[in-house]
């Protein structure tokens, strides 16, 4: 888990007056529709600060989703890009036993110590691979981070499975070496 987020969770007694499982429980006794609206409710009926319902509403809404669940989810409708998926988690998690695949709503990070690998499907045909590689130079296939911004610094744009070549497991490898 990111150390940000377990810090915030830790100071939630504190900060909030319950525990992230308290505040589960009332989540589920009520009933919305929508993410804002449960955060809304925290803030005005709780008196939680936005960033903290923020944390809440979205640490309760993931706990009833799966993993498997957010990944099959990400490729509905680009159900053709899965094997790529596939593929890359296959070749990641050989390089070691300290890898954590983490999905997420609209991705799938993979952390070493820090993540050094974001999986995200951009379109119906194309997966963008971010990349962790500090003062890496960008070339015309391994670009600039692009929508990724910080999280990554270089793109590889993936649209089939022969794309998982010998250069791109390189650059993950270097990558999963930078993480540690």
Known sequence: MDPALQTMINNMPEKTGKSLDEWKVILKKESFEKHGQAVNYLKTEHGVTHGFANTIVTLSKEENV??????????????????????????????????????????????????????????KTRIDLGLKLKDKQTT???????????????????????DVDNQLI???KEAYSKAD
């Open 170 to 172: 390189e650059w993950m």
């Open 66 to 123: 799966s993993q498997n669940d957010l990944v099959t989810n990400q490729y509905q409708g680009k159900e053709l890009l899965k094997p790529i998926h596939d593929k890359i988690i296959s070749v990641v998690t050989a390089f070691g036993n300290d890898i954590v695949i983490t999905p997420k709503k609209d991705s799938v990070s993979v952390i070493r110590k820090k993540q050094f690998v974001l999986i995200k499907p951009a379109t």
């Open 140 to 162: 015309e296939r391994l670009e600039n981070s692009g929508p990724f911004g910080t999280m990554c610094t270089h793109r590889v744009k993936l649209e089939n499975v022969d």
